[in-house]
């Protein structure tokens, strides 16, 4: 930062926090591309299902630890003082990467000028539902089970079980922030670790889970016969250049454009987040300073997906007057700069995770405990659920739902592709348009974040209010069976 402050320019010969960031990175990448020969080549890993970042992820740990000194004592590659690996470059990774790729996502769709079907719509709300009330069931789950473990293991405070739906539901990116506000609160300062620790088991979670469904499906010969090519990367391969949409190659790399983009709505997120926490601090409000501060930092994503939306509303309006004339995003290229958002995500979350403290006694039993519970509890309510909202593609449906709400959107998309490889039903367009409602639907909920580690008064009104609205959604969704045999059905995903 001494640097940014003057007019001297760092020497290039010398291993500042520049050149860690960039050589950091490297190593992700080499890990990475080490990871997907191996999935590749070994049986048991291609067919376990595990993304090819988890897979890095897991042996980018092995590897931090070895260069570190961690395996073997005395052995660690340090370079001016500065270790070749270190935690918090890997921390600022998952922390960006998870913004980087929800603005992308946010921002796929701009050419379609109809919002959709009605029914698609009315279906969204439902799957909005299905998606927060996972999170509820979570959280429910988790903070009782620490609730009842705080009073054996000192070190474990009882609101912690909150990480669960944060590192199963949310994935690595959440799980980080949340656990970051927990410890930058003093009130437990493994935070991080546990919360990514929990998003890591969910990843195994979501393959082990998503492996038992599919050969239950394969057993009931209700799997199609896998093919060699996907119909959905070839139909993208042709939208490089869409109707109305900039040439691939211009005065300015298409690419380069949604980048561009994407950096511009980061940009205004974080002038808002900036502006917010000036406006926090001079009300000069002790309790909003000491809560809402670290939950603007910590859900910076929230704000990144409004604002992206706020940029499809406006460039719409500016498509449909005439105003603009060309379409500057295109799906196909935020796709991709998305899935290299969450690769980069899940392969430095898992890295950063503190190996010694995750071997304390109190720890591991609370890990394992959220864990498991959190897979069976998770796992059952998605098959009921999914036959009661989707009974015409219960199956797909649970696949993608399950793989999403125990590790993230490319995880249950990797699980449906097994069932349904070219989309032909509506489960992709029902996690997509779900996770957008799930935003008002279950905004409240993140609130509670800087709520349920006042004391135990505050944390059981949390509680109880989770089972209320878990109990209220629950009651709406369990109706929905009765529209089996309504006579309606639902448009297949284009």
Not at 57 to 66: E, Q, T
Not at 146 to 163: D, E, H, M, Q, Y
Not at 358 to 380: C, E, N, Q
């Amino acid at each position: 930062m001494h640097y940014l402050l003057t007019n001297a320019l760092p020497p290039f010969s010398e291993f500042n926090v520049f050149w860690s960031v960039i050589v950091q990175f490297g190593i992700l990448m080499a890990i990475l591309l080490l990871a997907n020969v191996l999935r590749r080549r070994i049986p048991l890993l291609k067919k376990s299902l595990l993304p090819v970042a988890v897979i890095g992820g897991f042996l980018g740990l092995f590897l931090k630890y070895f260069f570190t000194g961690g395996i073997i004592p005395g052995f660690a590659i340090i370079i001016d003082e500065t270790p070749l690996i270190t935690r918090e470059v890997l921390a600022g990774f998952t922390y960006h990467a998870i913004a980087i790729g929800f603005a992308a996502l946010t921002l796929k769709g701009i050419d379609q000028l109809t919002e959709g079907p009605v029914r698609l719509k009315a279906n969204a709300v439902k799957s909005g539902m299905v998606i927060v009330n996972s999170y509820l069931l979570q959280g429910i789950l988790g903070i009782t089970i620490t609730i009842l473990l705080s009073f054996i293991f000192s070190n474990i405070p009882n609101f912690v079980g909150f990480l669960l739906p944060m590192g199963f539901g949310q994935g690595p990116g959440q799980a980080l922030s949340v656990g970051s506000i927990f410890a930058n609160a003093g009130q437990f300062e493994f935070g991080i670790d546990l919360g990514l620790s929990i998003a890591a088991f969910g990843f195994l979670a979501a393959s082990v889970g998503g492996v038992i469904y599919l050969n239950d499906l394969k057993r009931k010969g209700r799997l199609p016969e896998p093919t060699e090519t996907s119909m959905e990367a070839a139909n993208e391969s042709t939208v490089l250049e869409g109707n109305g949409q900039i040439p691939l190659v211009d005065a300015v790399d298409k690419l380069t454009i949604q980048i561009a983009i994407i950096g511009f709505v980061y940009l205004s997120a974080w002038f808002v987040i900036y502006g917010l926490e000036q406006l926090i601090l001079a009300s000069g409000v002790a309790f909003l300073i000491n809560n809402l501060i670290g939950l603007l930092y910590g859900f910076n994503f929230i704000i990144v997906v409004f604002l992206a939306m706020l940029y499809k509303v406006i460039t719409r309006s500016l498509l449909r007057r005439g105003w603009m004339k060309r379409i500057y995003t295109n799906d196909f290229m935020l796709n991709r700069v998305a899935g290299l958002a969450f690769d980069v995500m899940m392969i430095a979350s898992i890295m950063a995770i503190d190996i010694a403290v995750v071997l304390d006694s109190g720890f591991i039993v609370t890990l394992l405990l959220l864990a498991v519970v959190g897979t069976v509890a998770t796992y059952r309510y998605l098959r009921w659920v999914s036959q009661r909202v989707y009974p015409a593609y219960h199956d797909e449906a649970f696949l993608v739902f399950f793989g999403t709400m125990t590790g993230t959107a490319s995880t249950g998309v990797a699980l449906l592709r097994e069932k349904d490889p070219y989309f032909k039903t509506p489960a992709t367009n029902d996690i997509v348009y779900g996770s957008s409602m799930a935003i008002p639907l279950g905004f409240p909920l993140l609130l509670f974040v800087g709520i349920v580690y006042q004391g135990w008064i505050p944390l059981l009104i949390v509680l109880g209010i989770l089972i209320a609205i878990f109990s209220l959604y629950h009651f709406f969704l369990s109706r929905s069976k009765k529209e089996k045999n309504s006579g309606h059905s639902l448009p297949t995903s284009k």
